[in-house]
């Protein structure tokens, strides 16, 4: 059992963040979001000053929000931080806290504290899943030793929500710029089709603003999750007894299963639009399958089923996106542990020609229907099923997602199937790709 923290977090404050958590969920657009979590950070920690950094996808650093507590943007916000805090913060993805950060031996040195005359300073990471998305910085420079140990934690539990808030608002502004850029496309080829096209227009508006929907509430449920276990889990909290832990037990799978459902929706969207982009590198593919294997055994596998792995001797070295191969091959795993009761899963990898590699899972399990075998890929497709519990568990994109990617890597997915016999679940990667528009182009 946990122990209780000899200082407990204020109540009135656990409320208040819960309050505050309450409204960003509900915030959808994310400039508001920005500005208001900025404002309540200020106010939450009684800082000077306060900013919002977001990573871009390259790398980079953008300071999306930076003012002072009467509500003034601040110009030049890059030249107004400590980048050595800041840094590290994103690096590691840890909370600072720096009484004194002219005198503190960890930034003394760095040239913009000095420059600046900074004092008190604390950052704090936004994590979504275990990535560092950007981080909330708050400082005092009139006054140092403004902030403490007390105060770092509730900036981290703040910091923990927001991060989810922001990551669904961010997802709900590209999913509506598709929305629109999709809209206006099919509006001009209206024109030169004629009324033909209204269809066509409608049904697709219908199916994004669907999908815009589905996917907000999932995260909002997320996001309402997260707070739950974040609290929980609180020291300050206190001690937590067997149903408590259960609890937690509980709304962890709950948070589990939410986001599979999510990034499913989240990859079909994306390749909808054309958006999913390939980053690709060579890899030995007999490490790369050895440890897709050490994954595959941490599924639940019935006790009369053993997993096996099946490589040719001398598998080439091949130019592949691993996450992408990687969640092809997973997915094809979960479907043969959901249908197999006994006798082994097998993924293999032999090489069928010099240019061509030949991947799968083979299972002894329950075979598909002839009639369903040409479906399997097709979106939103679900076997018909006697266990309901079964049928809920995903969203019927996954083999559709995952032929998506087979083919984005130059390669074709198929199946091979016998009722009551089992599956096998083939594709095909090439040695040497042809080269895509964009590395062809001079």
Same mark, same amino acid.
């Given at each position: 059992?946990? /122990? @209780?923290?000899?200082?407990?977090?204020?109540?009135?404050? !656990?409320?208040?963040?819960?309050? &505050?958590?309450?409204?960003?969920?509900?915030?959808?657009?994310?400039?508001? $979001? $920005?500005?208001?979590?900025?404002?309540?950070?200020?106010?939450?920690? /009684?800082?000077?000053?306060?900013?919002?950094?977001?990573?871009?996808?390259?790398?980079?650093?953008?300071?999306?929000?930076?003012?002072?507590?009467? /509500?003034?943007?601040?110009?030049?916000?890059?030249?107004?931080?400590?980048?050595?805090?800041?840094?590290?913060? &994103?690096?590691?993805?840890?909370?600072?806290l720096s009484l004194d950060a002219m005198t503190d031996a960890r930034f003394d040195a760095s040239k913009s504290v000095?420059?600046?005359?900074?004092?008190? &300073?604390?950052?704090?990471?936004? *994590?979504? +899943? =275990?990535?560092?998305?950007?981080?909330?910085? @708050?400082?005092?420079?009139? &006054?140092? =030793?403004?902030?403490?140990?007390?105060?770092? %934690?509730?900036?981290?539990?703040?910091?923990?929500?927001?991060?989810? +808030?922001?990551?669904?608002?961010?997802?709900?502004?590209?999913?509506?710029?598709?929305?629109?850029?999709?809209t206006s496309e099919l509006r001009q080829a209206l024109e030169q089709l004629e009324e033909n096209w209204a269809q066509?227009?409608?049904?697709?508006?219908?199916?994004?603003?669907?999908?815009?929907?589905?996917?907000?509430?999932?995260?909002?449920?997320?996001?309402?999750?997260?707070?739950?276990?974040?609290?929980?889990?609180?020291?300050?909290?206190?001690?937590?007894?067997?149903?408590?832990?259960?609890? *937690?037990?509980?709304?962890?799978?709950?948070?589990?299963?939410?986001?599979? $459902?999510?990034?499913?929706?989240?990859?079909?969207?994306?390749?909808?639009?054309?958006?999913?982009?390939?980053?690709?590198?060579?890899?030995?593919?007999?490490?790369?399958?050895?440890?897709?294997?050490?994954? /595959?055994? =941490?599924?639940?596998?019935?006790?009369?089923?053993?997993?096996?792995?099946?490589?040719?001797?001398?598998?080439?070295?091949?130019?592949?996106?691993? @996450?992408? *191969?990687?969640?092809?091959?997973?997915?094809?795993?979960?479907?043969?542990?959901? #249908?197999?009761?006994?006798?082994?899963?097998? $993924? #293999?990898?032999?090489?069928?020609?010099?240019?061509?590699?030949? !991947?799968?899972?083979?299972?002894?399990?329950?075979?598909?229907?002839?009639?369903?075998?040409?479906?399997?890929?097709?979106?939103?497709?679900?076997?018909?099923?006697?266990?309901?519990?079964?049928?809920?568990?995903?969203?019927?994109?996954?083999?559709?997602?995952?032929?998506?990617?087979?083919?984005?890597?130059?390669?074709?997915?198929? @199946?091979?199937?016998?009722? %009551?016999?089992?599956?096998?679940?083939?594709?095909?990667?090439?040695?040497?790709?042809?080269?895509?528009?964009?590395?062809?182009?001079?």
């Amino acid at each position: 059992m946990q /122990g @209780v923290h000899e200082k407990a977090m204020d109540s009135n404050l !656990l409320e208040k963040i819960l309050t &505050i958590s309450r409204r960003m969920a509900e915030t959808r657009a994310l400039a508001p $979001l $920005l500005d208001y979590v900025v404002d309540e950070a200020i106010q939450l920690t /009684g800082a000077e000053r306060g900013f919002i950094v977001l990573k871009e996808p390259d790398g980079t650093l953008e300071f999306r929000v930076k003012r002072d507590r009467t /509500g003034q943007d601040l110009a030049q916000p890059e030249d107004q931080v400590s980048k050595s805090i800041l840094n590290k913060v &994103i690096e590691t993805g840890e909370s600072v806290l720096s009484l004194d950060a002219m005198t503190d031996a960890r930034f003394d040195a760095s040239k913009s504290v000095a420059d600046l005359k900074l004092r008190s &300073i604390m950052c704090a990471p936004l *994590i979504v +899943s =275990g990535d560092t998305i950007g981080a909330v910085y @708050v400082e005092n420079r009139s &006054i140092r =030793g403004r902030f403490d140990n007390d105060s770092l %934690s509730p900036l981290t539990l703040f910091a923990n929500q927001a991060a989810i +808030s922001i990551e669904n608002a961010k997802l709900i502004d590209v999913l509506e710029e598709r929305v629109a850029a999709r809209t206006s496309e099919l509006r001009q080829a209206l024109e030169q089709l004629e009324e033909n096209w209204a269809q066509i227009v409608e049904a697709n508006e219908t199916r994004v603003a669907w999908m815009n929907n589905v996917i907000h509430d999932l995260r909002t449920g997320l996001t309402v999750i997260s707070g739950a276990l974040t609290l929980l889990q609180m020291p300050a909290v206190g001690a937590l007894n067997d149903k408590q832990f259960a609890t *937690i037990g509980k709304a962890a799978d709950s948070v589990e299963h939410t986001l599979s $459902l999510i990034n499913d929706l989240f990859d079909f969207s994306k390749l909808e639009a054309g958006g999913l982009n390939l980053y690709l590198e060579v890899v030995s593919l007999t490490d790369f399958l050895h440890s897709v294997y050490d994954v /595959g055994q =941490g599924l639940p596998w019935p006790d009369e089923v053993t997993l096996r792995l099946d490589l040719a001797p001398q598998l080439p070295d091949i130019p592949i996106d691993p @996450v992408r *191969i990687r969640q092809v091959l997973l997915n094809l795993l979960s479907n043969a542990n959901k #249908y197999t009761s006994k006798g082994s899963v097998t $993924l #293999y990898a032999h090489q069928l020609e010099q240019n061509e590699i030949l !991947l799968g899972v083979a299972d002894t399990g329950e075979g598909i229907e002839p009639d369903m075998v040409n479906q399997l890929f097709e979106r939103f497709f679900q076997q018909t099923d006697a266990d309901k519990d079964r049928q809920r568990k995903g969203t019927g994109l996954g083999l559709a997602i995952s032929k998506a990617l087979v083919e984005l890597h130059g390669g074709r997915i198929w @199946v091979e199937s016998t009722l %009551s016999f089992g599956s096998n679940f083939m594709f095909t990667l090439p040695v040497n790709p042809a080269p895509t528009d964009a590395e062809a182009a001079p």
